[in-house]
């Protein structure tokens, strides 16, 4: 049985998709279009609030998780963080506080 955390990629809708899609080598040029396509799967994505998730609690820096960017995530990250809470020891990130907007198509 899969851990209840880990089991959301198994329904996640980029799981037949080209990953190369949702790591883009810039943020500029053709990789504006790459990131497009990779945010349009996301919005119809069934678990894209467990995606978005699991990318803030790990700290993803590369990549499209849960229909936002790493310059879109880094805010989140940054809010609230204390000096403890870039301890290489810690496990998880600190709670994000995100606007419900940002979690929906």
Same mark, same amino acid.
């Given at each position: 049985m899969l851990d209840a955390r880990s089991d959301w990629r198994s329904a996640?809708?980029?799981q037949s998709c080209e990953p190369d899609l #949702? #790591?883009?080598?810039s943020s500029s040029g053709p990789a504006v279009e790459q990131i497009a396509r990779a945010k349009e799967i996301c919005a119809r994505c069934p678990v894209r609030r467990e995606?978005?998730?699991f990318a803030l609690?790990?700290?993803?820096? +590369?990549?499209?998780?849960?229909?936002?960017?790493?310059?879109?995530?880094?805010?989140?990250?940054? +809010?609230g963080e204390r000096a403890d809470d870039?301890?290489?020891d810690r496990l998880h990130a600190p709670q994000a506080r995100l606007s419900p907007r940002a979690l929906t198509p």
């Open positions: 996640a809708a980029c #949702f #790591f883009p080598l995606c978005l998730a609690r790990t700290r993803q820096v +590369h990549g499209v998780w849960g229909g936002l960017t790493e310059q879109e995530r880094y805010p989140a990250w940054s +809010h870039r301890r290489p």
